[in-house]
């Protein structure tokens, strides 16, 4: 069984449809694939109804949540209720202050210099979730960086960087509630992926593990050896079962599909947690 729990689509910041996405799953020879699309279940009917034979399809989304000490984190849900009306609420919000904030930071790159236009960031996030990486492209395009990589340093759009902008996040631990009341599990995704910014610390992991918190995601790329071990140490501790995914985002991302997968037993501990949709398999 290969099971890869942590995927984008075109319904937010990846670049494949989410029905080339499912098909390419097959063809990569995974067993099981979440879908989980920054703030939205966008991209969950089209999966669905292309799903191929044989595959497996957990219906998720990635959360943009911050904790108590202020620092940005990413919540996965998986098999919540889509229209329980609390959380769906709240992933609208955040996906409405999405585009707020893109606006701002293209007005920001545009003050800087760049030759970049709202327009044209729109039509490159399509239908899907606005974020930083639609900006990032469109600075590609416009030829004042080379690479997407470029754009996540503090001259542009890094954390803290020039042209980058808040968004709104919804407090960690008031995530893992609404997902759960929403019949879902929480996974914490990339907990340690400090590449990005300021990492949590061991207490919030152990305050969101009382709070409900479902499993944790370990064996990811932007977790170094060290990382991992002190992750799985704990998330044993904490009586937790730990995924591995690829975050795969389609040619955004250098990431493949399986690049790292989730043990069986983990995850049957993990959605044996969740009833509010059932995984579909093709
Ligand atoms: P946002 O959700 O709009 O704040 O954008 C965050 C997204 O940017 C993440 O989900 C990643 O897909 C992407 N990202 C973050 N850091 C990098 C990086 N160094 N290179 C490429 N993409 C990145
Ligand atoms: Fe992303
Ligand atoms: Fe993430
Ligand atoms: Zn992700």
Known sequence: ?????????????????????????????????????HDTTGGWREAAEALPDGLTLVRGA??????????????????????????????ELVRTDRVRRARAMVERCVALGAPITWER?????????????????????AGVIDDLAEAFTP????????????????????????????GGVAVFAHPGASKRGRTVSDATIESLAAHGLGGIEVDHFDHDDDTRAHLRDLARGLDLP???????????????????????????????????VAPLTG
């Open 62 to 91: 990635e959360i943009s949540c911050i904790d108590d000490d202020g620092i940005s984190l990413h919540m996965l849900g998986y098999l919540f209720d889509p229209e329980e009306p609390e959380f769906a609420r709240a992933r």
């Open 155 to 182: 001259d542009w759009l890094k954390d803290g960087g020039r042209a980058f902008v808040a968004k709104y996040e919804i407090a960690a631990v008031e995530a893992v509630r609404m997902i759960r009341a929403a």
């Open 121 to 141: 960031v729109v039509e490159i996030a399509g239908d899907g979730a606005v974020g930083r990486p639609h900006v990032a492209t469109a600075l590609v395009e």
């Open 242 to 276: 730990t995924t591995g995914s690829s975050d795969y985002h389609g040619s955004r991302k250098i990431l493949a599909l399986g690049l790292h997968t989730t043990a069986p037993d983990a995850y049957e501990a993990i959605m044996d947690q969740a009833h509010g």
């Open 1 to 37: 069984m290969r099971i890869d729990l942590h995927t984008h689509s075109t319904a937010s910041d990846g670049t494949d449809r989410p029905a080339d996405l499912v098909r390419l799953a097959r063809e990569t020879g995974l067993d099981v694939i979440a879908l989980t699309d």
